[in-house]
């Protein structure tokens, strides 16, 4: 059974604070790993998305990657209280699987 | 990125009645759509996943005789509420696949009373 972890939070950071939010996968064959925000009442919307170790930097997002011990984090630099949501994060397996597994996602409250 | 579209985006209907949920992929194929629901507060929950030209594969539990998917084409997919009743309402998120992103519908909010 493949298996997304993330802690449901609260998260509760301050307006201009770096929001840093975790998950870890139990397949280790994962190749396909993504970040989706989910306001409340709506759809996930997808935010970032990265396929090898390292950083991929883009606007106030972050996404740090680190198969070896099978973590992937988002990090929001200067949020801001519209940042406010829930954060999904998403791992598809090796060969091509198109199913992604999610987790149960993370509460972010960015409070002014 | 890539837009879907999702329709109706809320409905009302009674108990017994079917319901229609259309997902299109407007500016993209989508070889792959994906059905899922939400209840308020908790996680998404995969139902189906569609493949055009193929049935569905459903997740165990849900049961396909009440949950009729059709992909028909790459860039539309249809789920049917069959009798539907009033423990079926929740919100129904169609999601398409890009490869190797997904992107998901506005979503359907569905009660049946």
């Known amino acids: 059974q493949k298996e997304v972890e993330q802690n449901s939070g609260p998260l509760s950071v301050p307006e201009g604070a770096i929001a840093s939010l975790n998950c870890t996968y139990s397949?280790?064959?994962?190749?396909?790993f993504f970040w989706y925000r989910q306001y409340s009442g709506k759809s996930p919307e997808l935010i970032m998305s990265?396929?090898?170790?390292g950083d991929k930097e883009d606007g106030r997002f972050t996404a740090q990657l680190n198969k070896a011990s099978q973590y992937v984090s988002l990090l929001i630099r200067d949020s801001q209280p519209s940042d406010s949501a829930t954060y999904l994060c998403a791992v598809k397996g090796a060969g091509g699987s198109y199913i992604p597994t999610f987790g149960r996602g993370t509460s972010l409250i960015v409070h002014p | 990125g890539a837009v879907v579209s999702q329709h109706p985006s809320r409905v009302i209907c009674k108990s017994g009645t079917s319901v229609k949920i259309e997902c299109r992929s407007l500016d993209f194929q989508a070889t792959t759509m994906f059905w899922y629901r939400q209840f308020p507060k908790q996680s998404l929950m995969l139902m189906a996943t569609s493949n055009e030209g193929s049935k569905a594969t459903y997740e165990q539990g849900v049961e396909k005789d009440k949950f009729l998917i059709n992909h028909a084409s790459l860039t539309l997919s249809t789920l049917t509420v069959t009798s539907a009743h009033p423990e079926d309402s929740s919100f129904y998120i169609c999601s398409a696949s890009s490869f190797p992103e997904q992107y998901f519908g506005p979503g359907t909010r569905l009660t049946v009373t």
């Open positions: 397949d280790r064959g994962s190749q396909s």
């Open positions: 990265i396929y090898s170790n």
